[in-house]
């Protein structure tokens, strides 16, 4: 299987086909794995890798040429286009109306699964996870902002697989482009990460301890505080256009 910049692309199989290629296409961008200016896959490329037809790569780089994401360079390609204070926003945008019909859908959705996922990951976690939820911890603390939103994803996954429930397992890591999309809004515009660090670790404390009640209160607080400086982003972007 071709792959750019060591991106694995799956097979498509689920329908409407335009809709699943374009939430594939969104969590390539989000991942990272193609920098702002830098060439995509060509149509071909993507039809190999993909498993899908030609006339439906195409409607799905319509749809986000249109919503700025992509650039296409008549007789040179598609890029994804330089970095912008929209972009992200915009991403976001368009993944929630792909898979949530509004912003409050996904931290609503977020919040019940996450306290769930912590809950029994309170009851049900080993010594050794614990170890591992710790070494991601201590990378947090001084991590890049970059590297920041990584691991941070890597932490709640990480509390999902302490869950042992394979549906929320696969929940959670069905929607880790938006969650990659909704943490690099919050971090750069606040520019530091002390303040998500704190509430990662009150959660870590609170599942060492083995303690369901606390691991609640600590991610509903940490969902809060996410929640609310994600708001602001949204309303400061609003407020300019």
């Not at 912590?118 to 050794?128: F, G, I, N, T, Y």
């Not at 990460?193 to 940490?222: G, L």
Request: charged share 25%; aromatic share 6%; net charge negative.
């Amino acid at each position: 299987m071709v792959s750019n910049n060591q991106y694995e692309f799956k097979p498509i199989q689920q329908n409407p086909i335009v809709v699943q290629l374009t939430r594939t296409l969104l969590d390539y961008i989000s991942s990272g794995s193609i920098k702002p200016g830098e060439k995509l896959p060509t149509e071909r490329q993507l039809q190999d890798n993909l498993g899908v037809g030609r006339s439906a790569i195409r409607e799905a780089i319509k749809v986000l040429t249109v919503l700025g994401i992509l650039e296409v360079r008549q007789g040179d390609g598609t890029y994804l286009k330089k970095a912008d204070s929209g972009l992200l926003l915009e991403s976001i945008e368009w993944g929630l109306f792909l898979g949530e019909n509004r912003i409050t859908d996904l931290i609503e959705a977020r919040k019940e699964i996450e306290l769930s996922i912590v809950k029994l990951a309170a009851e049900r976690c080993s010594d050794e996870e614990i170890n591992e939820l710790e070494m991601i911890l201590r990378k947090l603390k001084n991590s890049t902002i970059e590297d920041f939103v990584e691991l941070d994803i890597s932490f709640h996954l990480k509390v999902a697989q302490m869950s042992k429930n394979t549906v929320f397992i696969g929940i959670l890591s069905s929607i880790q482009s938006l969650l990659r999309t909704w943490i690099k809004l919050v971090i750069e515009d606040v520019g530091e990460t002390q303040f998500s660090y704190n509430d990662h670790y009150n959660v870590y404390q609170a599942i060492s301890k083995r303690d369901p009640d606390a691991c609640v209160e600590a991610m509903n607080n940490h969902l809060q505080d996410a929640t609310k400086r994600l708001m602001q982003v949204v309303e400061q972007k609003e407020g300019v256009e």
